[in-house]
């Protein structure tokens, strides 16, 4: 199989979705790895790493897209990728359509067959390929949000961790995840006071037996959100449905609950956000004022930290990479039921049921492409 992974093209992004060992495993296989020239830049690996590494230099995104079966990329197609793509092509990437009618309907479009590393689960629920970068955009939500409460930022000129003598911030975090926990971990050990809102109340005990004393832990219902939102400085916005739109926890009413100057961050934002009135920005304009409250909504957060955000990401796509080019998309989704719970679109048909029910499309069950047999080992431990 022809494997192409092109420069990501969307705005401040600078992870790559496949490394130098990447390219050494499946070359190893027999299959052929195009690189777009320059894709790994942003994360530190030349041209030469990946030649050496058995690749083929692309000198353009259009060769890539020319000649390769499967695209392996990190962020979903940019408007100016779409007329490159080819009917039957497969495209393995991060897609999250239920925040985005226009990017579901350009990919229907084009029939493309679409499958969304946020969506691959394992049988006991975990979503091991988006797992890494929620750890990081977790963390990172505590340190951008730290900075954003800094008074020349526009925030309240608050430091997350105070003095002696004087009162650390008080941190809410929606969501007892692993982008929850990460961020929980990471504001307690900055010294703040953290709030731990899930639904889960297992879930809340397993936080209160491994988190830090200064971490409270709450059940999440929309009385206990109103109680505690006047008292917090920052609030991060945690909460996922596997491949459905993010649910609004914080609506617009409730900002008036706020202390002026509050920050928000909204890691949930490329899910179509937890907070109603959270848009996307980007790292180079990552923040807006609503209603007195400062909101972050970078869609890509991991991107801006790619030397550590690629190689977490890689190492945990490239078992299901491998699969893929080795059984093709259909083998692999038949045999492996972790893969056929990632494939969103099939060309032209709609097989997610959550993308389906977002913009009221008709749902077409990936089984009806696939005729499911006994599974193949976990793609996590691949033979």
Known sequence: MVIGTPKEVKEHEYRVGLVPVGVDALRAMGHTVLVEAGAGQGTGISDAEYAAAGAELAPDVAT???????????????????????????????????????????????HVV???????????????????????????????????????????????????????????????????????RIAAGMGANVLVMDIDVARLRYLEDTLPPNVTTLMSNPHAIRANLPAADLVIGAALIPGAKAPHLI?????????????????????????????PTTHADPVRLVEGVVHYGVTNMPGAVAGTSTYALTNVTLPYVRLLAEHGWKEAARTNPAIRRGVNIVEGRVTRREVATAWGLPHDPVERHIEPTEPLPDAETPT
Do not use: W
């Open 64 to 110: 890539v897209y020319a000649r390769a079966e499967l695209i392996v990329k990190v962020k979903e197609p940019q408007p100016e990728e779409y007329n490159l793509l080819r009917a039957g092509q497969v495209l393995f990437t991060y897609f999250h359509f239920a925040a985005s009618r226009s990017l579901t309907e350009a990919m229907i479009a084009r």
């Open 114 to 184: 679409c499958i969304a590393y946020e969506t691959i689960q394992t049988a006991d629920g975990q979503l091991p390929l988006l797992t890494p970068m929620s750890e990081v955009a977790g963390r990172m939500a505590v340190q951008e949000g730290a900075k954003y409460l800094e008074r020349p930022m526009e925030g309240r000129g608050i430091l997350l961790s105070g003095v002696p003598g004087v009162q650390p911030a008080t941190v809410l975090v929606l969501g007892g995840g692993v982008v929850g926990t990460n961020a929980a």
């Open 251 to 279: 609506t617009r009413d409730m900002l008036a609950l706020m202390k002026p100057r509050a920050v928000i961050v909204d890691v949930a934002v490329d899910q179509g956000g937890c907070v109603e009135t959270s848009q």
